[in-house]
């Protein structure tokens, strides 16, 4: 019987999340996929992880049509994903309606193998994603997330595939996301899975430590069905082992995956011209990276960090943050570095070191992670940490997403007028602030080549229809004048739209066709040809100073990190808060996003909310004002 072994290449999707902070454009990839679809692989990773969030966030690129677009170039090779469970491909848990919905479209749109993890291998939390790939009949990957601490044992993993098994799993894959699994231990544990349980093993492992080569060598010897690689130009340093060294290590040997050396360096090529074209990193393992084995920091966790420390200009800490991340981890129950459990390990680290008192500031994902709503941590946590953190309440016990009522039908309403096709809503309700600003922004570009409200193919209601006033200093002009003569109005189109102006400053636009209005607020009554007319037009976004006496005191909250404010709390919250209102003690006044994770900003007393001092979407600085306040 042939032991020919199968490979998976994640160039188009872990490749690039390690190593160039997943920017890799669709454009960059249609060109080459064709190739690629020829080499023999038996998968190509393409979707899932950060890719979805990056899309939308960084590159202007819907999800969903790179996909299909990759799923149209390839003929030979089945597509695969990387799913995070409940978290799909976000950094918290969603309700069971938003897992199911986006299983069913990512198969529809190309998806034939779903590679399901947990990051606390918590079985409870793959259940209804591996139920939901099953009933759209497409392979069930079920993935044990491989870290190394007093309760990871060879025994502990097995048991879990074992379960995985029961649960419907085709496969099993071994993640390892840090790159610690040794030869040895990789030859005992595929032997042992391969022992208890009759299906294809598939081992997975990055280069960060420099043993991922003879891991999959041992791990192939035990029995081990497929491996992971990248194309040299995308491999080393904190991504994966390179296919062509792979194929040159196996060549001639039962083993023999049979594929064509020339055509692979043909493609690293391809990717190289890629990375000089837009400035990306070459794979090269540091210093910090092979630490790995003492901090077990994945790849993309240390780009994270390293970005974080940058912005706050104290990256010379790095060593420092990585010292504490052990400690963190430990004292929070050994969770494997994985997304998102990574990321709230990361933060309390950073926070711990920078702010010079350990736990001085517990983020809100801590917290949450500490109650239970990430699901069941491998080992007990700290009793002082969660004294600390959450004080005598107790952590749940039942699975997280039980607590999590549906939410699609809800949000068809928030974004039914930006919306193209059903995937879209699945998009806002994994990501509603990116989503939101995505589906707006992506409207908005249609409308100015002329696809919008005119385009039979795509109308715009009169709801929907937005009049521009932006022009205001004809506007002004044009108060000026008025408040000189005898003339009470003037009528006008400017810029498309139907503008009537009044003598004190009342305005009124309509579209040309009559189908929308705005209305401005009049200038002040005092406004006359020497003192400029301000006009402001009321959009939901409008936000405008409390006046407040000069006998009130008033305070800011700042920033307690580098990150992007939003204004509207996680979508369970309360709505966000707007200027006059008065808030209580604990009550969430916004959220900023720092490595991945949504952290909500809460007040330390009863106040009024005299201003709000940045944009919704603006990034922030450490330290930086966020609001002024007065306490009450």
């Not at 990773?45 to 939308?56: L, Q, S, Y």
């Not at 790159?179 to 030859?187: D, E, F, Q, R, S």
């Not at 993309?300 to 963190?328: A, T």
Request: charged letters at 30%; a negative charge.
């Amino acid at each position: 019987m042939s032991k020919k072994v199968k490979f998976t290449d994640l160039t188009l999707r872990d490749g690039h999340q390690s190593l160039w902070a997943t920017r890799m454009k669709t454009e960059d990839m249609l060109p080459i996929i064709g190739k690629i679809d020829e080499v023999g692989y038996h998968s190509l990773e393409v979707w899932g992880g950060a890719t979805f969030d990056v899309c939308m966030r960084f590159l202007n690129e819907d999800p969903w049509e790179r996909l299909k677009l990759i799923n149209d170039y390839t003929n030979e090779t089945k597509l695969q994903m990387l799913l995070r469970a409940q978290n799909v491909v976000g950094y918290k848990h969603y309700p069971d309606d938003v897992v199911r919905a986006f299983v069913a479209k990512a198969v529809e749109n190309g998806v034939d193998i779903f590679r399901i993890f947990d990051a606390l291998n918590d079985a409870r939390n793959m259940r209804v994603a591996m139920e939901a790939v099953q009933e759209n009949g497409a392979h069930v990957q079920g993935t044990l997330s491989y870290t190394v601490s007093p309760v990871h044992t060879i025994d502990h993993y097995v048991d879990l595939a074992v379960t995985l098994k029961d649960m419907g799993a085709d496969s099993i894959c071994i993640k390892d996301m840090a790159g610690l699994l040794k030869p040895y231990v990789a030859y005992d544990l595929v032997k042992e899975i391969k022992n208890k349980i009759d299906l294809p093993v598939h081992l997975h492992s990055h280069y960060i430590g420099g043993v991922a080569i003879p891991t999959f060598l041992k791990g192939i010897e035990a029995g081990a069905d497929i491996i992971d690689t990248a194309s040299a130009s995308l491999a080393f340093g904190s991504s994966h082992p390179p296919v062509e060294t792979m194929t040159a290590v196996l060549e001639d040997t039962e083993y023999d995956p049979g594929f064509d050396l020339e055509q692979l360096f043909d493609i690293a090529h391809y990717f190289e011209q890629i990375r000089k074209k837009r400035g990306f990193e070459r794979g090269v393992t540091k210093l910090t990276d092979m630490q790995t084995f003492s901090h077990q920091v994945p790849g993309g966790m240390m780009s994270n960090l390293v970005s974080q420390l940058k912005k706050q200009d104290s990256l010379d800490r790095i060593q420092d943050v990585l010292d504490e991340i052990p400690k963190v981890r430990e004292e929070l129950g050994y969770p494997p570095l994985v997304t998102p459990t990574s990321q709230v390990v990361g933060v309390q680290a950073v926070f711990n070191v920078l702010l010079g008192e350990r736990y001085k500031v517990i983020p809100d994902e801590v917290k949450s992670y500490i109650k239970g709503y990430y699901g069941r941590p491998p080992a007990e946590i700290d009793p002082k940490i969660k004294k600390l953190a959450i004080g005598d309440e107790e952590p749940i016990t039942q699975r997280p997403a039980d607590l999590l009522d549906p939410i699609l039908d809800d949000v068809r309403e928030e974004v039914k007028q930006y919306v193209e096709k059903e995937e879209d809503y699945i998009s806002y309700a994994l990501f509603p602030q990116v989503g939101l600003k995505f589906l707006k922004e992506r409207k908005q570009e249609k409308n100015i080549f002329g696809e919008g409200a005119n385009n039979k193919l795509n109308p715009v209601s009169e709801e929907e229809e937005e009049v521009d006033l932006s022009n205001l200093n004809e506007i002004k002009e044009l108060l000026k004048i008025l408040n000189e003569t005898d003339i009470s109005e003037v009528n006008l189109e400017i810029e498309g739209s139907k503008v009537n102006i009044k003598k004190g400053g009342s305005i009124t636009a309509d579209s040309v066709d009559g189908t929308a209005q705005e209305k401005v607020s009049p200038a002040p009554a005092s406004s006359t040809v020497d003192n400029e007319v301000e006009v402001a037009a009321e959009t939901e976004d409008s936000k405008e100073a409390v006046e407040v006496g000069d006998d009130v005191d008033t305070e800011s909250i700042e920033a307690p990190m580098v990150g992007t404010f939003y204004r509207a709390p996680s979508p369970d919250s309360a709505p966000f808060v707007e200027v006059g209102d008065v808030v209580e003690e604990g009550d969430t006044v916004c959220i900023i996003e720092a490595m991945k994770l949504m952290n909500e900003i809460e007040v330390d007393a009863k106040a009024k909310i005299v201003d709000i001092l940045v944009d919704d979407g603006e990034p922030i600085e450490y330290g930086q004002p966020l609001f002024l306040i007065e306490e009450l």
